[in-house]
T-cell receptor, first 114, second 116 residues
Framework: QKEVEQNSGPLSVPEGAIASLNCTYS??????FFWYRQYSGKSPELIMS????GDKEDGRFTAQLNKASQYVSLLIRDSQPSDSATYLC??????????????FGAGTTVTVRA | GAGVSQSPSNKVTEKGKDVELRCDPI?????LYWYRQRLGQGLEFLIY????????KSGLPSDRFSAERTGESVSTLTIQRTQQEDSAVYLC??????????????FGPGTRLTVL
């Protein structure tokens, strides 16, 4: 079983709609959760981080975390063509004293249709 | 300040040659990470440096891969006797305080390696 799993997509949504991205993880000890956006040919850039159960909103982005279900999601409201990218879910868990490992999912490709 | 920088941005080499990839982390960041990303794939962890601690080499795919870091500055990833399956984008990231949950990794632009 992969440590972090995402639907690869592609996820196609019309402009102005909500894009919903899902991510599950296997390590119950995971403590921190991140969403990175990666445009084609570019490096990943952080867009959201979440550490406790519930929702966290930042502009048009909302991250949702449910540790009991080992599930984290990202909602993109009012999707714009500029949101077309691959979204990487990353999960951090402690694996040795004072150290951690960040595991990445394979990414979900989102295409926003104008 | 400047972000993470990597050089070269592109490298084309012949099978069997050695290559060196360079990463310059954000100033003051104690932790440095190397990842590999094959076309259409996710990020594959390679190696992690934290201060003066022994590096975590658990992700290196073979003994042809090695990396060094001088103090808390520049790191070099070396691939010896390159193979075609080494073709990928090699990403470097750095972070400030890896011992806290909120610590965030910031990525460089990557080096695209093509082995002919």
């Amino acid at each position: 079983q992969k440590e972090v799993e995402q639907n690869s997509g592609p996820l196609s949504v019309p402009e102005g709609a909500i894009a919903s991205l899902n991510c599950t993880y296997s390590d119950r000890g995971s403590q921190s959760f991140f969403w990175y956006r990666q445009y084609s040919g570019k490096s990943p850039e952080l867009i959201m981080s979440i550490y406790s159960n519930g929702d966290k909103e930042d502009g048009r982005f909302t991250a949702q975390l449910n540790k009991a279900s080992q599930y984290v999601s990202l909602l993109i409201r009012d999707s714009q063509p500029s949101d077309s990218a691959t979204y990487l879910c990353a999960v951090k868990c402690w694996y040795r004293s004072n150290d951690y490992k960040l595991s990445f999912g394979a990414g979900t490709t989102v295409t926003v249709r104008a | 300040g400047a972000g993470v920088s990597q050089s070269p941005s592109n490298k084309v080499t012949e099978k069997g040659k050695d290559v060196e990839l360079r990463c310059d982390p954000i100033s003051g960041h104690t932790a440095l990470y190397w990842y590999r990303q094959r076309l259409g794939q996710g990020l594959e962890f390679l190696i992690y440096f934290q201060g003066n601690s022994a590096p975590d080499k658990s992700g290196l795919p073979s003994d042809r891969f090695s990396a060094e870091r001088t103090g808390e500055s520049v790191s070099t990833l070396t691939i010896q006797r390159t193979q075609q399956e080494d073709s990928a984008v090699y990403l470097c990231a750095s972070s400030l305080v890896p011992g806290v949950p909120s610590d965030t990794q910031y990525f460089g632009p990557g080096t695209r390696l093509t082995v002919l």
